[in-house]
């Protein structure tokens, strides 16, 4: 755990799954990658599914960002991307603080990909029945023009979105959409800041602190292996485009000392960055 400002933050795995090598690092060279990440028989790659948690105790806030994969996948549907998801992980992690999922106050769904939105629903009783939702007294952000986007995706993209994950939270008043293209700040102590190479308006929070910010990139850098700015996932819709973020990033990293959380490194929640080498690298892991 680390405080940033108003936050003691830490990353929680939830589950893993496994995604093509290939298509999670588009143009990069399996000789290269595979160095970094060793791939399956199925040439599938290990990835954690991560949830950040941010705890402002003196606002009594519990804010979680991304939720996993979840729980209502039929066996097949797992084995396809061997998901795995452990649903006392969140309840885990927040019972040392005193703290239970109904005390959760906001959980931002970065996008909404089924391997981070999924954890945020469950089957009541049976599959393919009721929904429940796990966090039920929290505001889910979502930004709008990405709501949009995913009930009306490309064919490129759509099997990544699942509307049984969010469809709900709508329905139950739940839903709090974030508006603009420079759109207002939450709540204390974090920011928003938007990336549109993975996917349209993703939602990322950058939570604010004097010395040293942290940024939860999402999917615009998955993971630490994809710190340099041209090792971008073929499954991005806009690739120069998250080339171009990361570049951005990466320069905040230099010059404000921002650090930086990842949603599916399966070693580490989060990293500073060494950018003065020329080749993004981790300078060190964060004990998160
Ligand atoms: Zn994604």
Same mark, same amino acid.
């Given at each position: =755990?680390?405080?940033?400002?108003r936050f003691?933050?830490l990353s929680?795995?939830?589950?893993?799954?496994r995604l093509?090598?290939?298509? =999670?690092? %588009?143009?990069v060279?399996?000789a290269? /990658? !595979?160095?970094k990440? @060793?791939?399956?028989?199925?040439?599938?790659?290990?990835?954690?599914?991560?949830?950040?948690v941010?705890?402002?105790?003196?606002?009594?806030?519990?804010?979680?960002?991304?939720?996993?994969?979840?729980?209502?996948?039929?066996?097949?549907?797992a084995?396809?991307?061997a998901?795995?998801?452990? $649903?006392d +992980?969140?309840?885990? +992690?927040l019972a040392?603080?005193g703290?239970?999922? +109904?005390?959760?106050t906001d959980?931002?769904i970065?996008?909404?990909?089924f391997?981070h939105?999924?954890?945020?629903?469950? /089957?009541?009783?049976?599959?393919?029945?009721e929904?429940?939702?796990r966090? $039920?007294?929290?505001?889910?952000?979502v930004?709008?023009?990405h709501?949009?986007?995913a009930r009306?995706p490309?064919?490129?993209?759509q099997?990544?979105?699942?509307p049984?994950d969010?469809e709900?939270?709508g329905?139950?008043?739940?839903?709090?959409?974030?508006? %603009?293209?420079e759109?207002? @700040?939450?709540?204390e102590g974090?920011?928003?800041r938007?990336?549109h190479?993975?996917?349209?308006? !993703?939602?990322? $929070? /950058?939570f604010?602190?004097? !010395?040293?910010?942290?940024?939860?990139v999402?999917? =615009?850098?998955p993971t630490?292996?994809h710190? $340099?700015p041209?090792?971008?996932?073929?499954?991005?819709?806009?690739?120069?485009?998250?080339l171009?973020?990361?570049?951005?990033?990466?320069?905040?990293? +230099?010059?404000r000392?921002?650090?930086l959380a990842?949603?599916?490194?399966?070693?580490v %929640?989060?990293?500073?960055?060494?950018?003065?080498?020329g080749r993004?690298?981790?300078?060190r892991a964060?004990?998160?």
């Amino acid at each position: =755990m680390i405080r940033v400002g108003r936050f003691q933050i830490l990353s929680v795995i939830n589950g893993h799954c496994r995604l093509d090598g290939g298509a =999670m690092f %588009g143009v990069v060279p399996k000789a290269l /990658w !595979q160095k970094k990440a @060793p791939p399956d028989e199925l040439n599938r790659i290990l990835l954690a599914t991560r949830t950040l948690v941010a705890i402002d105790e003196q606002a009594r806030r519990v804010v979680l960002v991304d939720t996993g994969a979840g729980s209502k996948w039929s066996p097949e549907e797992a084995q396809r991307y061997a998901i795995t998801y452990d $649903p006392d +992980a969140l309840p885990d +992690a927040l019972a040392p603080f005193g703290l239970t999922a +109904a005390d959760v106050t906001d959980v931002v769904i970065a996008h909404l990909h089924f391997d981070h939105a999924g954890g945020m629903t469950t /089957w009541k009783d049976k599959p393919g029945g009721e929904l429940g939702i796990r966090f $039920p007294n929290a505001r889910h952000w979502v930004h709008a023009k990405h709501l949009e986007h995913a009930r009306n995706p490309t064919l490129r993209d759509q099997t990544s979105f699942i509307p049984r994950d969010y469809e709900a939270l709508g329905e139950r008043g739940l839903l709090r959409r974030v508006t %603009g293209d420079e759109p207002e @700040p939450p709540f204390e102590g974090v920011r928003w800041r938007l990336s549109h190479g993975h996917t349209p308006y !993703q939602l990322l $929070p /950058w939570f604010e602190d004097d !010395q040293r910010p942290l940024l939860f990139v999402g999917d =615009m850098i998955p993971t630490a292996s994809h710190l $340099p700015p041209a090792w971008v996932m073929g499954y991005d819709l806009f690739p120069l485009t998250t080339l171009e973020e990361k570049q951005r990033v990466l320069q905040l990293c +230099a010059d404000r000392g921002l650090r930086l959380a990842f949603p599916h490194d399966p070693e580490v %929640g989060g990293v500073e960055v060494d950018v003065a080498s020329g080749r993004p690298s981790i300078s060190r892991a964060l004990d998160i």
